[in-house]
T-cell receptor, first 116, second 109 residues
Framework: GAVVSQHPSRVICKSGTSVKIECRSL??????MFWYRQFPKKSLMLMAT?????????EQGVEKDKFLINHASLTLSTLTVTSAHPEDSSFYIC????????????FGSGTRLTVV | QKEVEQNSGPLSVPEGAIASLNCTYS??????FFWYRQYSGKSPELIMS????GDKEDGRFTAQLNKASQYVSLLIRDSQPSDSATYLC?????????FGTGTSLTVIP
């Protein structure tokens, strides 16, 4: 089945620094990947849709200059949290689909970001 | 109205009982339907998909779809403590993929 790899699984960074999270589709090509954020005991919140070779589409209220998304190839999307602050601490999850509507989304294992 | 609605719970059932999780959706053109399980601190994992009206069984899990009522459910038979998790309903309308907010299930030993 489809596998999505996400790294790192856990990162602690200092306030003001930037953190890059990688999301790779291992056995399929993903023209579209999705980035979610989840606070403890809350539901998934879609942050942006990442499209290979074009600019990401951000959801309302998500700062595009703070959460930089790059989808440089059909198997890799990256999310960079720039100038991180403690309120950016969260669980970030990427997902991808093989494209057809009868495929579900496959999720990466998630990245626990803690900004101190 | 939200695209996908679920009762947030929490839902508690005793071990061995049947857990019933429900989901409604608003877009009649929705084409495919999914149930994900998410353990605390982990990312969601796909457990069932269903595309046609009726029931689909996979082990202890049964997904039920009623497109006329815009309703999809997940039954877990012989519930185990390891089934305790949040269950997310997801709907693919062909244009967009929508998640419900999830139902928290606790199976009491």
């Amino acid at each position: 089945g489809a596998v999505v790899s996400q790294h790192p699984s856990r990162v602690i960074c200092k306030s003001g620094t930037s953190v890059k999270i990688e999301c790779r589709s291992l056995d399929f090509q993903a023209t579209t990947m999705f980035w979610y954020r989840q606070f403890p005991k809350k539901s998934l919140m879609l942050m942006a849709t990442s499209n290979e070779g074009s600019k990401a589409t951000y959801e309302q209220g998500v700062e595009k200059d703070k959460f930089l998304i790059n989808h440089a190839s059909l198997t890799l999307s990256t999310l960079t949290v720039t100038s991180a602050h403690p309120e950016d601490s969260s669980f970030y999850i990427c997902s991808a689909t093989q494209g057809a509507s009868n495929y579900g989304y496959t999720f990466g294992s998630g990245t626990r970001l803690t900004v101190v | 109205q939200k695209e996908v609605e679920q009762n947030s719970g929490p839902l508690s059932v005793p071990e061995g009982a049947i857990a019933s999780l429900n989901c409604t959706y608003s877009d009649r053109g929705s084409q495919s339907f999914f149930w994900y399980r998410q353990y605390s601190g982990k990312s969601p994992e796909l457990i069932m998909s269903i595309y046609s009206n009726g029931d689909k069984e996979d082990g202890r899990f049964t997904a039920q779809l009623n497109k006329a009522s815009q309703y999809v459910s997940l039954l877990i038979r012989d519930s185990q403590p390891s089934d305790s998790a949040t269950y997310l309903c997801a709907v693919n309308t062909g244009n967009q993929f929508y998640f419900g907010t999830g139902t928290s299930l606790t199976v009491i030993p």
